[in-house]
Nanobody
């Protein structure tokens, strides 16, 4: 079965850290660029981080730059999102998505071939 599965979400205090995982099954993730997106209640889905398949170049939205780090381990068929210095405004459901495009689209859309089911991240004291 072809799917992406996110894990690692949870409840964390402001200033804390979480590491999200995006594991692929049924296909080889190393051919795909990956985008991490999040959606808070009542808001549109927004992109936060991207990593290419070709050279592992990474990109971040201004809201998470300097705090989040995306990486990939093709041997494990998994992409990670390390989130540090978390803020209450980071609270959202986080999704990973895979695309065969060389340059992953910044917007969530049909250019992504696969989506995970999402994992909840809640930042609260």
């Amino acid at each position: 079965q072809v799917q992406l599965v996110e894990s690692g979400g949870g409840l964390v205090q402001p200033g804390g850290s979480l590491r999200l995982s995006c594991a692929a099954s049924g296909f080889a993730l190393d051919y795909y660029a990956i985008g991490w997106f999040r959606q808070a209640p009542g808001k549109e889905r927004e992109g936060v981080s991207w990593i290419t398949s070709s050279d592992g170049s990474t990109f971040y939205s201004d809201s998470v730059k300097g705090r989040f780090t995306v990486s990939r381990d093709n041997a494990k068929n998994t992409v990670y999102l390390q989130m540090n210095s978390l803020k209450p405004e980071d609270t959202a459901v986080y999704y990973c998505a895979a695309t065969l495009l060389v340059h992953p689209p910044l917007e969530a859309g049909d250019e992504y071939d696969y989506w995970g089911q999402g994992t909840q991240v809640t930042v609260s004291s």
